[in-house]
Structure formats: C-alpha cells, structure tokens
C-alpha cells in the first residue's frame, strides 16, 4: 500500500478507492451508469441543487441532529465522554433520509419518472418512499421475504406512503437479494427509472455520491463539538453494514490523524461460528453488487449468507471505501455479536430513555468495551444512526416476551 | 485459428447462421449435466455456452436463476465444471467451441491468470462474462489472450456508437448483442429492431454477430438467423431441464433426450434460413 497525503481523495475516475470500487455491471446498464456520474457531477457544483438539498434537510428531514452528551452512559461506563450523533431523529427515524433527499431530487432533474430501491431493515425503504411521496414519483421498493416477515412496520409504513413493496424469495431472501432483483428491474427499465441505492456500495458513482450525501453527518459532527468543546473529537465509532451511517461520520475526519475511527460489523453469533455479517473481519476480496470490495464467500466465489439479528446490517459485503480504508490501516474494524448488540439495546433504554434501532445497537456495544479503558477527557462520538421503534417486536421475541 | 473462428467460418461456407445453446454446468446435476453437454453437437448446437453457476446472478431471469440453484444444490463447482469440459473434449468433441458464461467473481477468485490457465488447458475456448464492461474488462484481457482464450463482450441497444469501439478494442471470437433491455428469458426483441442493430454493428466491426436474450422458439431463432451470424438460446433450453424433473425435483427417464430434442427444433429453425 502505497503512503497516501490525503484519505478524502478517491475515487479515481474510473471509481476506484484502491484496488476497490469499480464498475462491475451488465453493458445494459454502463452507458446509463455513465450519464448519472455526469449528471451527479454537474449537479453538486450547481449552488441551486445544493440550496434545494439544504432546505429539504433543514426543513424536512430536521437537520441539523443534535450532538448530545450522553452523561448518565458516560457515568455508567466511567472513562471517555460520550456524545451520540442523534441521527435516529431525523424524518423517517434514520440516517437514510440524508441520502435519499438528495438522490430523489436528483432523479427529478435528470428527468427520471420512477424510483426504485432496495431495503433490508426497511429503513431506506421507507425514506425512499418517503421521498417519492413528496416529489409524487412513482416508487417500487424489493425486500428480502425474510426480512419482509420481521420488518413487518415498516412494510407497512411504506405502503402507506404510496410505494410499492416486492418480496423477493429469490437466493436467501434478504438484503443482497433484494439488491439483485433491484438491479435486474433496473436493467429492464433504466431509460425511465431511477436507482436509489441505500449505501455506499454498488457501481461508481454510488460509493462516492452516497458518502457525498451522508457526509452531512460528519460536517456537523465536526462544527458541533467545536462548539460544545472547541476541539475535533477523539473517538468515532458507527455501526457498519453497507457502512453509509460510518462513512457519512468518518469521511471529514479521516485526513485528522488525531482523530481515532472504528467501524462495528455484526458478528452474528460470533465470527467463529461462521454465522455473522462481518465481511472485513471475516471475508476477503471479491466482486457483487457492481462493486470489488470484502465479501462473504467461499472458495470459488459463491457469496455465502450473511447473519445477523439487524436486517440492517444482514449484507454480505460492504461499500469498497471502507474495504480501502481498512487497508490502508486508517479506520479500525471490529464486530459485535446479536447478544453484545441486544444487551446494549437495553442499556441504552434504561439508562438514557432512547430505544436505538439494533444497527447503532452494534456501535453502542464497541461503546460499552472501548469507553472504559479511555481517559475521562476522551471526546467520543457515536453516531446514533436509527431508531428502535421498528425492532421492538423482533428485540421482544428474542428475549421470550409475547406481546 | 481457434475454434470459434474456424466454426464461423464453416458456418460462412455453408451459408447458414450457427446455434449457440446455453445450459448451466452441473443443472440438473453433474451427471445429467455431462450427458446433456456430450449430446449437444448432434443436436445442433453449433457453439456451446456453459454457464458458471453463481448465487447472485444479476442479469439472469427466473430460468436461469433456477437452473443455477439446482446446479449449486447438486455440488457443481469450478473444478468440476472444467472437469466436465475437459472429458467433453476428450470423449465426444474437438471442434464445437465451448465457452464459459458468468460472472467475475468466480474468476478473480481463483485468480485471474490460473482461471484463464484452467479453462484453456480443459478446453475451453472463451469467456462471456456478463458484469465486466469494457471499464474494467482490461483486468482479465492480458490474461485471457496469454492463455489463447476469446473474450466475448456484450453489447445492448444502450450501446451507443461512441462506446462501441472500447468493447470492440476488448473483443474477440463474436460479438454478443443483447437484443432487449433487461434480464435473460424475459421479454424478445422484434425482427425490426434485431435487424437494425446488428446492421448498426456491422458498420463498426467485421467479427461474427451473436444475437440473445428473449429467444425462445425455432421460429424467433430463424428470424434472428435471417441477420445475425448466430442466435442464443438459454432460457428456454434450460426450462427444458426444469420439465424433465418430477414435482420433487428428481429427474425424470427422458430428461435428457427432451431437452436435446427440444434443441434439435431450434437448430432446424436455425438452419431453415439460408443466407
């Protein structure tokens, strides 16, 4: 690995970060993949598209989220001072709608008459249909069946804002393949159709203009503490799925070498066991999804299902920059296990009145294990991705609870 | 010359466009599978395209997709699929071009150089490998051209003129013209349309013209051989395995001869064009 000057700079204009990225899809779709990159580009130096996305932020989604000292947690643990990202605030419950907002309006000005997307927690389905609704777009959402069937409310919610939700029974029925049966839709349709891709994964441009997007996160991240400590933060820590909550904080930090960054995956029921969702930690290189980056798979290639009690973070890959960062040695990655997960859940309710979503549930689980051994003045940032009102039937059936 | 020039050529002398049939390696198993292959020259597959059986294949229809399934629950791997192309040459054939189809990933995870290795030494003559555009596709060239094998690029009506020379500077053995927007056994192009593309190919390059997707009968085969060099069949030939299996999935006694049947009509539909 070649010693870089800057971790912001990649992609390449081919979408490489490193040997990662790229743009491994069908010729269909490669012409169509070329025209958003450009559309893309001309847009984010356009001031009207960016003051449009502001106000959308500001105005609908509710940004800026607020940076929130954590002080009964912080006790609790007793070491580093903990400030959630309070991103579970937003309109829809999720980081998702960062993101979201800015494609959708982008779909609009490239003319496309339908949106498309996938979901696997339903949080970016629903932001997506949230979106669609509000620029009157036609909106198709594939899901997994499996996670059809424990997403139940936000199935529902979606219906309610007008979109159109497709199980898919395809492979093992979850986030990846419903990223497969989006894709497939889009080949069929891409004349008219936009895809809104929920993370940072996928063909380039989507690794580049959904960290563009989330990095909202980040930028405010970084103005709030200097406000609240007048100094950058010492410790970052997201959950990592796809990893667009992550790379939406890291990105603006990730040139601070002061500045310590850990990505959380879902280890399932342990990395051992073979049964989790943590392709850094436990998976090498490969191609899916558009993309070269960490895959789950076996020795010839098969992709091998991912597990994890978080749809959310049930995927398995990850969005290349990630693979590229850890690589490159800049962010650490580890991983936290359904029952570390569940019992920070329940942390977090007791102790700070907030349900989190079972995604930052990961995060806060690294939390509860780093916190402690840091100095009392160590300025931590969580990001607080998502909220948990969609998981408490799931939480409730894992711990025995009949509701 | 290598085969797949020396079969367009035959196929140039003898006026005639050529069949090319897919089926997926090792559907319904690698046994069925084996037989299926050995059987198809006689059956009137003029090139063979052997498919990589992968989890995730996002360009493929629900047929393919199926076949795929079966092939991975019956344990069909890389090795074995080359296994099967190797007694293929050893046994039946030495002249009717296999290629393999699929996707990178089970490429650039053998290792880009001991796949091509791998393939060549089997007896394998080409790669169509549906997710690596010419963008990326200068990653398995040098590797492919060393070890002797074609690469086969595809291209689609959103192909426009100024794209077409970086595939063709990646292109060898034919071109493969996806006739529709969308996945494979979906919907079919109309006469119109196929013509008017393959002409528009023609203008910009003098290798063979494979035409796919969207094939399904002997008739829309003929129709397609009226402009193209060769029509692509898979879908419909792999739901021919699907019927030779009972409700349970165990192959039936006349699997094998129906789905070579069933591939004769399309090579006669085929060859009822003249040129």
């Keep these: 690995m070649k010693v870089v000057n800057t971790y912001r700079g990649g992609p390449d204009e081919r979408g490489h970060f490193g040997i990662f990225g790229g743009r491994y899809v069908a010729e269909t779709l490669m012409p169509l993949i070329l025209e958003l990159e450009r559309a893309y580009d001309t847009a984010r130096k356009d001031q009207s598209f960016r003051d449009e996305l502001d106000r959308l932020l500001a105005h609908y989604a509710g940004r800026p989220s607020p940076l929130y000292h954590a002080e009964r947690l912080t006790q609790h643990l007793g070491g580093a001072k903990i400030y959630f990202k309070r991103d579970e605030l937003n309109h829809t419950g999720s980081h998702k709608i960062n993101n979201v907002l800015g494609q959708v309006l982008l779909a609009k000005r490239m003319g496309k008459t339908r949106v498309i997307a996938e979901t696997g927690a339903g949080q970016h389905g629903v932001a997506t249909a949230t979106a669609c609704a509000l620029f009157n777009l036609p909106c198709v959402v594939f899901m997994g069946a499996v996670d059809v069937a424990r997403q139940a409310p936000n199935v529902f919610r979606m219906k309610l804002l007008g979109a159109e939700v497709r199980p898919v029974t395809s492979g093992s029925a979850t986030l990846k393949d419903a990223m497969n049966e989006a894709l497939r839709d889009w080949v069929a349709t891409v004349e008219t159709t936009f895809y809104c891709i929920g993370t940072v994964a996928g063909p380039h441009p989507y690794p580049a203009m959904v960290r563009d997007f989330q990095s909202v996160i980040g930028n405010e991240t970084r103005a709030q503490m200097m406000e609240a400590e007048g100094r950058l933060p010492d410790t970052l820590v997201a959950c990592i799925g796809g990893g667009s909550n992550a790379m939406g904080l890291f990105h603006p930090f990730l040139d601070h070498p002061g500045v310590r960054i850990v990505g959380v995956e879902a280890a399932g029921k342990g990395i051992d066991t073979g049964e989790h969702a943590a392709s850094l930690t436990g998976g090498r290189p490969g191609v899916l999804h558009g993309n070269r980056t960490y895959l789950l798979q076996d020795a010839d290639g098969q992709i091998t299902e991912a597990h994890s009690i978080s749809a959310g973070l049930d995927y398995p890959g990850i969005g290349p920059e990630h693979a590229w960062l850890k690589e490159a040695g800049r962010v650490e990655y580890v991983a936290a296990t359904d029952d570390e997960a569940l019992e920070a859940f329940q942390l977090l309710c007791k102790l700070e009145g907030i349900i989190p979503a079972l995604e930052p549930a990961h995060a806060l689980a690294h939390v509860m294990k780093l916190a402690p051994t840091l100095p009392t003045d160590n300025l931590l940032v969580m990001n607080l991705c998502g909220r948990g009102d969609k998981d408490v039937f799931a939480v409730a059936e894992r711990l025995g609870v009949k509701l | ?275």
Excluded: W
Excluded at chain 2, 205 to 211: F, K, Q
């Design chain 2, 1 to 275: 010359m290598s085969r797949i020039a020396a079969r367009f050529a035959r196929l140039a002398a003898e006026k005639r466009a050529g069949l090319v049939a897919y089926v997926s390696a090792g559907d319904p198993d690698p046994d069925l599978s084996f037989e299926i292959l050995k059987g198809l020259p006689a059956a009137g597959a003029d090139l063979i395209e052997f498919g990589m059986p992968f989890t995730d294949p996002m360009a493929d229809g629900p047929s393919v997709q199926a076949a795929g399934q079966r092939a991975l629950k019956a344990g069909i791997t890389m090795d074995r699929t080359f296994d099967m192309v190797r007694r293929f040459r050893a046994e039946t054939d030495q002249e009717t071009p296999v290629l393999l189809m699929g996707y990178y990933n089970m490429i650039y995870q053998r290792g880009v150089e001991r796949f091509c290795r791998d393939a060549a030494t089997a007896g394998v003559d080409g790669l169509i490998i549906v997710d690596l555009p010419p963008e990326e596709a200068d990653e398995l060239k040098p590797h492919a051209s060393k070890a002797g094998l074609d690469t086969v690029l595809l291209t689609a009506p959103t192909t426009d003129n100024k794209r077409l020379p970086a595939i063709l500077k990646y292109a060898s053995g034919f071109i493969y013209f996806v006739s529709i927007l969308g996945i494979t056994g979906t919907r079919s192009a109309t006469e119109d349309a196929v013509a008017n593309h393959v002409a528009r190919l023609r203008t910009q390059t003098r290798l063979p013209i494979a035409v796919g997707f969207g094939i399904k009968t002997p008739e829309q085969a003929a129709a397609v051989s009226r402009h193209a060099d060769a029509a692509v069949v898979g879908s419909a030939i792999v739901d021919r395995v699907k019927v030779g299996l009972d409700k349970d999935g165990r192959p039936k006694a006349d699997l094998v001869p129906g789905v070579l049947s069933f591939i004769r009509t399309l090579a006669d539909g085929v060859r009822s064009v003249r040129k």
